[in-house]
């Protein structure tokens, strides 16, 4: 069976410091990963995908994931926090069998 | 524009009527699946389905009922409403269910509240 466990609840940080968002993953298989954020009232949106191609992988707004087997995480990371990126991020495993595990997500704060 | 739409987007109502959440996407996707949100435990798998007439249970099925007659449309119905399934309930779509390779798209939701 595969799970997600995202490691904080909520993050806070400063607008223009960096954001480390971190999740952790348990899969029988080489699994496809995923992050997406959820603004208030709204859908999820994808951020980035893993499906084992490069282990560093970009996304939007300036998000970045790496992969890393021999940890089993898959944390999220940007530079540069802003305002707009306020909001609930879920972390997501994948085993390709029509099962997708998400994380119980973690509430980013950003402080002006 | 095309995109997934869910309707309505909020709805209360009182144990043990029925009510139906309605789902429609202009992709033309395969897939569509139905979530629901609570806190604390991310979102969770109710329904899934790979085409029209083609549906399968997924991570917490009971008490809830599908169909998909036709590949834009999938609603989900409760048939017997309980506290229990108050929620956020997300519908989405995916060209493949595999999800390997394919994020799925959502829709904004519905807020549905039993009394």
């Known amino acids: 069976a595969q799970s997600v466990t995202q490691l904080d609840s909520h993050v806070s940080v400063s607008e223009g410091t960096p954001v480390l968002l971190r999740c952790n993953y348990s899969?029988?298989?080489?699994?496809?990963l995923f992050w997406y954020v959820q603004h208030p009232n709204k859908g999820l949106q994808l951020l980035l995908k893993?499906?084992?191609?490069?282990?560093l992988v970009k996304g939007i707004n300036g998000f970045e994931a790496e992969f890393k087997k021999s940890e089993t995480s898959f944390h999220l990371t940007k530079p540069s926090a802003h305002m707009s990126d306020a909001a609930e991020y879920f972390c997501v495993v994948s085993d390709g069998n029509n099962d997708m595990r998400f994380g119980a997500g973690t509430r980013l704060t950003v402080k002006p | 524009d095309a995109g997934i739409t869910q309707s309505p987007r909020y709805k209360i109502t009182e144990t043990g009527r029925q009510v139906t959440l309605m789902c429609h996407q202009t992709?033309?996707?395969?897939?569509m699946f139905w979530y629901r949100q609570d806190l604390g435990h991310g979102l969770r798998l109710i329904y899934y389905s790979a085409a029209a007439d083609i549906t399968d249970k997924g991570e917490v099925p009971d008490g809830y009922v599908v169909s998909r007659s036709k590949t834009e449309n999938f609603p989900l119905t409760l048939e017997s409403a309980t506290r229990s399934q108050t929620s956020v309930y997300f519908c989405?779509?995916?060209?493949?269910?595999?999800?390997?390779?394919?994020?799925?798209?959502f829709g904004d939701g519905t807020r549905l509240s039993i009394l």
């Open positions: 899969s029988s298989y080489s699994p496809s």
């Open positions: 989405a779509s995916s060209t493949t269910g595999g999800l390997r390779n394919q994020p799925q798209h």
């Open positions: 992709w033309s996707h395969s897939y």
């Open positions: 893993y499906t084992s191609a490069a282990t």
